[in-house]
């Protein structure tokens, strides 16, 4: 049975010169996105930005764990 293994480098966008792998920005725009409903919904900002930056961890996490696996 063969086995396939990638060697591909994970994607990467340039900002300022700077490499930001795509599960950084996936996290930043998810934090946003829950955070602009939370506070129209709920209107507490306190309770947006703690969800926001919940979901931005989570999702950083995740994707540091699965490059990391690659690599």
Do not use: H, N
């Amino acid at each position: 049975m063969a086995v396939l293994t990638s060697t591909a480098a994970p994607a990467t966008v340039d900002i300022a010169g700077s490499a930001w792998p795509i599960y950084k920005l996936e996290a930043l725009v998810a934090a946003l996105v829950v955070a602009a409903l939370l506070l129209l919904i709920i209107g507490s900002p306190q309770v947006a930005v703690l969800a926001g930056a919940a979901v931005a961890t989570v999702r950083w996490t995740i994707g540091a764990a699965r490059a990391a696996s690659r690599s």
